[in-house]
């Protein structure tokens, strides 16, 4: 079993930053891919941005140039790195890991879930 804590949300301006981080404790064999997703109120969760084991990061258009997603291994640990925050960032951000189960197979788990508001 996986257990993701989430911290590093709150408020902050237009044009300022934030880093999200999201710590992976538990019993496990291994942790594959690991991500962020977000959901604005009355939208669906979107993919924000994953990394591999191997550190291949890939994000979605929106945030592109402005967020940088990274991992370490030792630690089992993901952040999200947000910087020139937009109004239309804020959503809850919620941390997504897949590792493999006793029966061969992979299974997603996911943090709590963090407030990341922006606004003046």
């Known amino acids: 079993q996986v257990q993701l804590v989430e911290s590093g949300g709150g408020l902050v301006q237009p044009g300022g930053s934030l880093r999200l981080s999201c710590a992976a404790a538990g019993t496990f064999f291994a942790i594959y891919g690991m991500a962020w997703y977000r959901q604005a109120p009355g939208k669906e969760r979107e993919l924000v941005a994953q990394?591999?084991?191997?550190?291949?990061?890939d994000y979605t258009d929106s945030v592109k140039g402005r967020f940088t997603i990274s991992r370490d291994n030792v630690m089992n640990t993901v952040y999200l790195q947000m910087d020139s925050l937009k109004p239309e960032d804020t959503a809850v951000y919620y941390c997504?890991?897949?590792?493999?189960?006793?029966?061969?197979?992979?299974?997603?788990?996911w943090g709590q879930g963090t407030q990341v508001t922006v606004s003046s």
């Open positions: 997504n890991a897949k590792a493999p189960t006793d029966y061969g197979t992979v299974r997603d788990y």
């Open positions: 990394v591999s084991s191997g550190g291949s990061a």
